[in-house]
């Protein structure tokens, strides 16, 4: 089981960008689908990116599509989400997960992943 760590969260103005990263331990995120999902106070966890083991493909929410970046840097075992013109309805705890072996068209799903403990995310209007 991977153990993922996410960082960079915090509070920013509507508009503005954060970049989170993930960084993995105790296995290499090489052999794994990693994406990113969060859970909006009293709503249900929802998918935001997905990138595929060699990083050649990515896949996101239509509500983050144009404004989110996802990439992984695998020699440094990390995971990054550049998020961009934030609005205040990104608000959320974010979490990273991955996917052994796994597949980009099915990790929406968020089912039999490990999971990240979360980072927080505010944007304020």
């Known amino acids: 089981q991977v153990q993922l760590v996410e960082s960079g969260g915090g509070l920013v103005q509507a508009g503005g960008s954060l970049r989170l990263s993930c960084a993995a331990s105790k296995r290499t995120v090489s052999s794994y689908v990693m994406g990113w999902f969060r859970r909006a106070p009293g709503k249900e966890r929802e998918f935001v990116a997905a990138?595929?083991?060699?990083?050649?493909?990515?896949n996101y929410a239509d509500s983050v599509k144009g404004r989110f970046i996802i990439s992984r840097d695998n020699a440094k075992n990390t995971v990054y989400l550049q998020m961009n013109s934030l609005k205040p309805e990104d608000t959320a705890v974010y979490y990273c997960?991955?996917?052994?072996?796994?597949?980009?068209?099915?990790?929406?799903?968020?089912?039999?992943?490990?999971w990240g403990q979360g980072t927080q995310v505010t944007v304020s209007s």
């Open positions: 990138i595929s083991i060699g990083g050649a493909s990515t």
């Open positions: 997960a991955a996917d052994y072996l796994g597949n980009i068209r099915t990790i929406f799903m968020g089912l039999n992943l490990d």
